[in-house]
């Protein structure tokens, strides 16, 4: 990666953007364009860092960013990374826009709340689609609710319980040591124009602190990884995050609604 500064553009820019979106440091979008705001956000990392506060990406706040976790191996976004310590991807894709999560989970109103990624649902496709469901293996995870009650679309409920349920019989459901949620109403981190799939109900974020968006998965065995949880999420009809260009390993998706 070259030395990054203000007028800085291109691939190395987004890649930066997306690991100071996981960092939550960013307040902008992901658009390759090194301006203000990820100037901003950079010196937030390096104040963070006790480094020199420069605003630039060179050696010595890439070398921090990089024990931190930082990603300069994107895979595409389809496809996937292969080797020993990567599961493999699943047959089928990943849903990827707002017009094929619409299909499947309904199309809703909204409006933007200013200065966030968040979004304001304003017709009734909240209360016709979004459920509460109870998890018993979320019972007592850190960030869970204490009832193991979640909301979740109304069509994946089901698959999401038999989930975790397979998670617990497999004796991995030890591995989620924390939750962060799953009904948001929101647009993609980074970007205000595309959905989340959060928006509709359809994924969750487990053990954060160790997969955090923009950085490399935790490695198998190593505390907070989600790796060997991925091969059962995708029998039941999840998607990893880890396997998108932009690797967002604390994030499971459902790809296919299953029954």
Request: aromatic residues 10%; positive net charge.
């Amino acid at each position: 990666m070259e030395i990054l500064r203000r007028g800085s553009e291109g691939e190395d820019v987004r890649r930066w953007q997306h690991f100071l979106l996981g960092q939550e440091l960013l307040e902008g979008s992901v658009d390759g364009v090194f301006g203000p705001l990820t100037e901003k956000a950079t010196k937030a990392f390096q104040k963070k860092r006790k480094l020199t506060v420069d605003g630039m990406v060179g050696p010595q706040t890439l070398a921090a960013a990089l024990n931190t976790g930082l990603d300069l191996g994107f895979t595409d976004p389809l496809g996937g990374t292969s080797g020993p310590d990567w599961p493999a991807p699943p047959a089928f894709k990943p849903l990827i826009s707002n017009l094929e999560r619409g299909k499947i989970f309904g199309v809703f109103k909204f409006t933007p709340v200013p200065g966030s990624d968040a979004i304001r649902i304003v017709d009734n496709w909240e209360s016709g689609n979004i459920v509460t469901v109870t998890v018993p293996q979320l019972i007592g995870v850190e960030g869970a609710p204490k009832t193991g009650r979640i909301r979740m679309h109304r069509l994946v409920t089901a698959q999401t319980q038999a989930l975790f349920a397979a998670w617990d019989a497999a004796k991995l459901g030890t591995r989620i040591l924390t939750w962060a949620g799953s009904f948001v109403p929101r647009f993609v981190r980074g970007s205000r124009t595309t959905l989340s799939n959060h928006a509709w109900g359809t994924a969750f974020d487990i053990n954060v602190p160790w997969n955090a968006r923009g950085t490399v998965p935790a490695l198998r065995d190593e505390k907070g990884s989600v790796r060997e949880l991925v091969a059962i999420a995708n029998e039941h009809g999840f998607y990893w995050g880890g396997h998108f260009s932009r690797r967002d390993g604390m994030h499971f998706e459902v790809a296919r609604v299953l029954g």
